[in-house]
């Protein structure tokens, strides 16, 4: 599936807390990355929800290719699909590697493909599954054979970074042509932080259109800000307990009305 257009105009999203983004406008070609930058608790998230979606914004209008937010939120959640994001794609850190991915792949054999495909043969759908493993785990660039135990690694014995690349794996399984991913940089090295975006950067580059959050892009990488004038005062919100988590319950707390 190619990738799809994503414009907004004046999109705004008020929350029970005040507006969690405001005014804001965007053009993303099909294929292109996004970085969707600014500070912890300034509305990043929830941008990234309502543009794939997970949110219903409260004002502006926005498109994903022909589908128009919010009336067609069902349209986009069916052609995107989301990664790393804190409380909608958590991991479980008790099952393997090789346990995700096969139940990503049943989940998407069963609700993503028509009624044609799961009639077909056992072991066509079997091969099927497997192959689409293995395409999102070489572009999301994770390696099974170099982990630890392979397949049979528990994610809770995976480093961060093995972790973000198995969420974007498991996005990846269903083929979508919208791609969000979350803290894209959260507790990673630079280096680390510098191997996540040539990741993004291939994955755009192959079709699927990509939305990556992050507090700051690299250069290069075109972006849209989530920052206010506030953000950039001295000390602002310093001492505020847990920006992050504040954002994450705001977000979470509107999914459900989209």
């Given at each position: 599936m190619g990738g799809v257009r994503i414009t907004a105009e004046g999109l705004g999203l008020e929350g029970p807390r005040g507006w969690a983004f405001r005014g804001l406008d965007?053009?993303?070609?099909?294929?292109?990355?996004?970085?969707?930058?600014?500070?912890?608790?300034?509305g990043r998230t929830s941008l990234l929800l309502a543009l794939t979606g997970r949110m219903r914004a409260t004002e502006g209008t926005a498109t994903v290719g022909t589908a128009r937010l919010p009336k067609?939120?069902?349209?986009?959640?069916?052609?995107?699909?989301?990664?790393?994001?804190?409380?909608?794609?958590?991991?479980?850190?008790?099952?393997?590697?090789?346990?995700h991915l096969r139940e990503r792949a049943l989940l998407q054999r069963r609700f993503g493909g028509s009624v044609r495909q799961l009639l077909r043969?056992?072991?066509?759908?079997?091969?099927?599954?497997?192959?689409?493993?293995?395409?999102?785990?070489?572009?999301?660039?994770?390696?099974?054979?170099a982990l630890p135990k392979g397949g049979r690694t528990a994610v809770r014995d995976l480093e961060r970074i093995e972790a973000l690349r198995l969420s974007v794996a498991l996005a990846l399984v269903g083929r979508p042509a919208l791609l969000g991913v979350d803290d894209t940089d959260l507790k990673l090295s630079e280096a680390e932080r510098g191997a996540v975006w040539d990741l993004l950067r291939a994955i755009a580059a192959s079709g699927t259109t990509v939305l990556a959050v992050c507090a700051e892009?690299?250069?290069?990488?075109?972006?849209?800000?989530t920052?206010?004038?506030?953000?950039?005062?001295?000390?602002?919100?310093?001492?505020?307990?847990?920006?992050?988590?504040?954002?994450?319950?705001?977000?979470?707390a509107a999914t459900g009305r989209a």
């Open positions: 965007l053009d993303a070609e099909p294929g292109s990355l996004l970085a969707i930058e600014g500070p912890s608790g300034s067609q939120s069902a349209v986009v959640r069916r052609i995107g699909a989301l990664a790393h994001v804190s409380g909608v794609t958590d991991l479980d850190p008790a099952l393997t590697v090789g346990e043969p056992r072991a066509e759908r079997a091969a099927e599954a497997e192959l689409r493993i293995d395409t999102a785990l070489e572009a999301a660039g994770l390696d099974r054979a892009a690299p250069e290069g990488i075109t972006a849209v800000s920052r206010t004038p506030e953000d950039t005062a001295p000390d602002t919100e310093v001492a505020a307990p847990g920006p992050d988590d504040k954002e994450k319950v705001d977000a979470l």
